[in-house]
């Protein structure tokens, strides 16, 4: 890939669970070198403090993602870290800064065209962290297994010389409940930013990237970095597109072009 960087002017990314064997800080790392832009929002559960409260795993690459964060506050990208419920110890910092970054619980974004977007992790809108904290940290725990069989999965794809594959996303898109979950989910957040009077919601947490129209509602999902490998991106006209970088980690020849061109839709909304 060329080591000339994709410029955007909004970068959205969360989920991506350092202190996790399933966190996928490569490919982070990857995306971070060829990316720049005015805004970064780091939409939570940037630091699993679940698993690490369990047991401590971190390495190199995970201490690389932070040094890059830092690194391009420093260099004059607005950073702002939006704690998610994996995360929550720093919510007891919201209105701080940290360093060059600011801790909010929620922001709202302008894009360049002039729409108004509630910018938030989305936990609260999730009625199993809420209200049966017990029941998601089970859950929690059921998931690290199915992500380290998703881990050795891939190195056996990778022996055999075939790119990255998500395993546990695919099982959770086949559960039903799994399914209803979601919709429900998207629902609920489309209707906060619909009673706020904003034209969007930007959010994370479910680990699903989407993009879709909700009763005239623009929902967005970044996705995430253990699973999808995706990230929001808004371009200098305001348009907002999905990026999997998987495909452009595993394909180095990729066209930079190809991100960037333009492509009509409503709303300047661009499916993934």
């Known amino acids: 890939m060329s080591d000339t960087p994709l410029r955007f002017r909004s970068i959205w990314i969360s989920d991506i669970?350092?202190?996790?064997?399933?966190?996928?800080?490569?490919?982070?790392?990857?995306?971070?070198?060829?990316?720049?832009?005015?805004?970064l929002y780091l939409v939570g559960d940037i630091i699993d403090g679940w698993a690490l409260k369990r047991s401590w795993f971190w390495n190199?690459?995970?201490?690389?993602?932070?040094?890059?964060?830092?690194?391009?506050a420093r260099k004059g990208t607005q950073v702002t870290y939006i704690p998610?419920?994996?995360?929550?110890?720093?919510?007891?910092?919201?209105?701080?800064?940290?360093?060059?970054?600011?801790?909010?619980?929620?922001?709202?974004?302008?894009?360049?065209?002039?729409?108004?977007f509630l910018v938030l992790h989305g936990d609260k809108f999730d009625g199993v962290v809420q209200c049966a904290r017990w029941l998601a940290i089970v859950g929690?725990?059921?998931?690290?297994?199915?992500?380290?069989?998703?881990?050795?999965?891939?190195?056996?794809r990778a022996r055999?010389?075939?790119?990255?594959?998500?395993?546990s996303q695919y099982l959770k898109?086949?559960?039903?409940?799994?399914?209803?979950?979601?919709?429900?989910?998207?629902?609920?957040?489309?209707?906060?930013?619909?009673?706020?009077?904003?034209?969007?919601?930007i959010c994370g947490h479910i680990h699903k990237a989407?993009?879709?129209?909700?009763?005239?509602?623009?929902?967005?999902?970044?996705?995430?970095?253990?699973?999808?490998?995706?990230?929001?991106v808004e371009l200098a006209s305001g348009e907002l597109k999905i990026v999997t970088w998987q495909k452009y980690y595993?394909?180095?020849?990729?066209?930079?072009?190809?991100l960037v061109s333009p492509s009509p839709d409503l709303h300047g909304v661009t499916p993934a």
């Open 17 to 39: 669970h350092l202190g996790t064997a399933g966190c996928q800080a490569g490919y982070l790392l990857d995306f971070l070198k060829h990316v720049e832009a005015d805004h």
């Open 60 to 72: 190199q690459s995970h201490n690389d993602v932070i040094q890059k964060v830092l690194r391009k």
């Open 84 to 116: 998610g419920n994996h995360d929550e110890g720093a919510r007891q910092f919201l209105g701080l800064m940290f360093g060059d970054i600011r801790i909010a619980d929620e922001v709202i974004h302008t894009t360049a065209d002039g729409r108004r």
């Open 140 to 156: 929690d725990r059921l998931y690290g297994i199915t992500l380290r069989l998703n881990h050795w999965f891939n190195r056996a």
């Open 160 to 167: 055999l010389g075939l790119g990255y594959w998500s395993l």
């Open 173 to 201: 898109h086949k559960v039903k409940t799994a399914v209803n979950f979601v919709s429900d989910f998207e629902e609920a957040v489309a209707a906060e930013a619909r009673e706020r009077g904003l034209d969007g919601v």
């Open 210 to 232: 989407e993009m879709r129209e909700i009763g005239g509602i623009v929902y967005c999902n970044d996705g995430d970095w253990v699973e999808s490998l995706t990230a929001l």
């Open 250 to 258: 595993a394909e180095q020849a990729a066209q930079i072009a190809e």
